[in-house]
């Protein structure tokens, strides 16, 4: 952006510029700071201030999207997230994809997500035992949301609280247990799988 004021006795004149670029795509509208012939809409929806092929000054918005110019048309071009800066709550399944656009190509390129959200709950068996590390959280229905990580310590994602959840003691001899919540779940108390 560029700005100039002059004035005399006889005129006043100011004068602006902007440079850049305006991007309409199926997922709304978005800016670019500069555009070049062959450009990808880059979309990981709810990754917030990822950078874009390791470049700081070029981030995911607010709603996981970025204009990235720097195509190279009739080759393969290495389209990577770095999240490691990121404080957004969803997870990026898969931070690298390929694209090898013609010239003059708006490419798409979606990144999956997981944008439920993510809870950390300390928890051990009823005979004060820790969980065993890496088994399988699931929910009411049986579907895993989830898995036991170091210190007995589980790690889930769901869109709402679950009434409960289900954990393997004993794979062989099909044995779990089953922490209950209340409306909430408090991450900062030690829960009892029974």
Same mark, same amino acid.
């Given at each position: 952006?560029?700005?100039?004021?002059?004035?005399?006795?006889?005129?006043?004149?100011?004068?602006?510029?902007?440079?850049?670029?305006?991007?309409?795509w199926?997922?709304g509208?978005?800016l670019?700071?500069?555009?070049?012939?062959?450009?990808?809409?880059? %979309?990981?929806?709810?990754?917030?201030?990822?950078? +874009?092929? @390791? /470049?700081?000054?070029?981030?995911?918005? #607010?709603?996981?999207? $970025?204009?990235?110019?720097?195509?190279?048309?009739?080759?393969?071009?290495?389209?990577?997230?770095?999240?490691?800066?990121?404080?957004?709550?969803?997870?990026?399944?898969?931070?690298?994809?390929?694209?090898?656009?013609?010239?003059?190509?708006?490419v798409?390129?979606?990144?999956?997500?997981?944008?439920?959200?993510?809870?950390?709950?300390?928890?051990?068996?009823?005979?004060?035992?820790?969980?065993?590390?890496?088994?399988?959280? %699931?929910?009411i229905?049986?579907?895993n949301?989830? +898995?036991v @990580? /170091?210190?007995?310590?589980?790690?889930? #994602?769901?869109?709402? $609280?679950?009434?409960?959840?289900?954990?393997?003691?004993?794979?062989?001899?099909?044995?779990?247990?089953?922490?209950?919540?209340?409306?909430?779940?408090?991450?900062?108390?030690?829960?009892?799988?029974?």
């Amino acid at each position: 952006m560029n700005g100039s004021y002059s004035q005399s006795s006889a005129y006043r004149q100011a004068g602006a510029s902007v440079s850049g670029g305006i991007v309409a795509w199926s997922g709304g509208v978005n800016l670019a700071n500069r555009l070049s012939e062959t450009f990808a809409v880059m %979309n990981a929806p709810g990754i917030k201030d990822a950078y +874009v092929n @390791g /470049q700081k000054y070029r981030t995911t918005n #607010r709603n996981g999207v $970025v204009v990235y110019d720097g195509m190279t048309p009739y080759r393969e071009n290495y389209l990577m997230l770095d999240v490691s800066q990121s404080d957004s709550e969803a997870e990026l399944r898969g931070n690298r994809k390929i694209a090898a656009p013609y010239r003059g190509a708006v490419v798409l390129v979606n990144f999956d997500t997981d944008q439920r959200k993510p809870w950390f709950i300390k928890a051990l068996r009823a005979d004060g035992q820790p969980l065993t590390f890496g088994y399988e959280v %699931n929910d009411i229905h049986g579907h895993n949301i989830g +898995v036991v @990580g /170091q210190g007995s310590q589980l790690f889930i #994602r769901t869109n709402e $609280v679950p009434p409960s959840v289900n954990v393997a003691i004993d794979k062989q001899q099909g044995l779990s247990c089953t922490i209950t919540f209340g409306k909430e779940i408090d991450e900062s108390k030690n829960y009892i799988c029974q």
